[in-house]
């Protein structure tokens, strides 16, 4: 049987929930480690520059990492931009787009536009890196096709880049939100550029924090948004169990 195609939107901007996990059979190393970390990582990052698309968050836990990202809608992007994303891409000695013709420039344009090449992208070139540093060659890394959920509103992404950054306390591998090394809140507080903006969302720092704090049962510098979060349905601590929805 064929696998059943990924639902995903073309014809307008869209935000993403992704998801992947490594195979529970990899027990030498995880996803956090400071090597692998620093890698997957660095990955990510490249990855959400080249694309046609804006990461808001990501965190990396031991065996999985989740990303909050929106895809921009298709269009026909100018020779020179398409140049620079096929320079960052294959940065090394391969320059395989030196002799690409005119539909291989058509069909890089596409597929950077496209989450579904996002994610192999990205897993394939985790894979390649982790086999050759770790001789296991051969052995299948990811435990299953990546997960997506289409986010429908600001609301939701809002909901889904305060699950993701609660992430560290919820999967224990971390004990204070801001200082995990592998989560957006951390790159964001430290002032990385790559990162979509809070106010994409309509937020401001402040209130954003106290939020986060409220949904992953922190200390609040305001009972003002602690008494919304929990009329609206939030109860204290609420991100600090998994979600089904996500």
Same mark, same amino acid.
């Given at each position: 049987?064929?696998?059943?195609?990924?639902?995903?939107?073309?014809?307008?901007?869209?935000?993403?929930?992704?998801?992947?996990?490594?195979?529970?059979?990899?027990?030498?190393?995880?996803?956090?480690?400071?090597?692998?970390?620093?890698?997957?990582?660095?990955?990510?990052?490249?990855?959400?520059? @080249?694309?046609?698309?804006?990461? +808001? #968050?990501?965190?990396?836990? /031991?065996?999985?990492?989740? $990303?909050?990202?929106?895809? &921009?809608?298709?269009?026909?992007?100018?020779?020179?931009?398409?140049?620079?994303?096929?320079?960052?891409?294959?940065?090394?000695?391969?320059?395989?787009?030196?002799?690409?013709?005119?539909?291989?420039?058509?069909?890089?344009?596409?597929?950077?536009?496209?989450?579904?090449?996002?994610?192999?992208?990205?897993?394939?070139?985790?894979?390649?890196?982790?086999?050759?540093?770790?001789?296991?060659?051969?052995?299948?890394?990811?435990?299953?096709?990546?997960?997506?959920?289409?986010?429908?509103?600001?609301?939701?992404?809002?909901? @889904?880049?305060?699950?993701?950054? +609660? #992430?560290?306390?919820?999967? /224990?591998?971390?004990?204070? $939100?801001?200082?995990?090394? &592998?989560?957006?809140?951390?790159?964001?507080?430290?002032?990385?550029?790559?990162?979509?903006?809070?106010?994409?969302?309509?937020?401001?720092?402040?209130?954003?924090?106290?939020?986060?704090?409220?949904?992953?049962?922190?200390?609040?510098?305001?009972?003002?948004?602690?008494?919304?979060?929990?009329?609206?349905?939030?109860?204290?601590?609420?991100?600090?169990?998994?979600?089904?929805?996500?």
């Amino acid at each position: 049987m064929g696998r059943e195609a990924r639902l995903t939107v073309t014809d307008k901007a869209s935000w993403y929930f992704l998801h992947a996990k490594i195979k529970p059979t990899i027990k030498k190393r995880a996803l956090n480690d400071a090597v692998c970390g620093d890698k997957l990582l660095g990955i990510i990052a490249l990855y959400s520059k @080249a694309f046609e698309c804006e990461l +808001a #968050g990501f965190f990396i836990s /031991k065996h999985h990492y989740v $990303l909050v990202v929106k895809f &921009y809608k298709f269009k026909v992007l100018p020779q020179n931009v398409l140049l620079k994303k096929a320079t960052m891409l294959y940065d090394g000695k391969q320059t395989p787009y030196v002799y690409w013709s005119k539909k291989d420039w058509d069909d890089f344009n596409s597929r950077v536009f496209d989450v579904g090449e996002f994610m192999r992208s990205v897993q394939m070139t985790f894979s390649r890196w982790f086999n050759i540093n770790f001789k296991s060659k051969g052995n299948k890394l990811w435990a299953e096709r990546y997960k997506s959920t289409i986010l429908t509103n600001d609301s939701i992404v809002l909901d @889904a880049l305060l699950y993701v950054e +609660a #992430g560290p306390l919820r999967e /224990k591998v971390g004990t204070d $939100l801001s200082n995990y090394q &592998y989560s957006s809140l951390n790159l964001r507080s430290n002032g990385a550029k790559w990162l979509a903006p809070l106010s994409r969302l309509g937020q401001d720092k402040f209130r954003y924090q106290q939020m986060l704090n409220h949904r992953a049962k922190l200390p609040l510098n305001t009972k003002l948004v602690s008494a919304n979060e929990t009329k609206n349905g939030y109860e204290a601590g609420c991100y600090l169990k998994r979600q089904r929805y996500f």
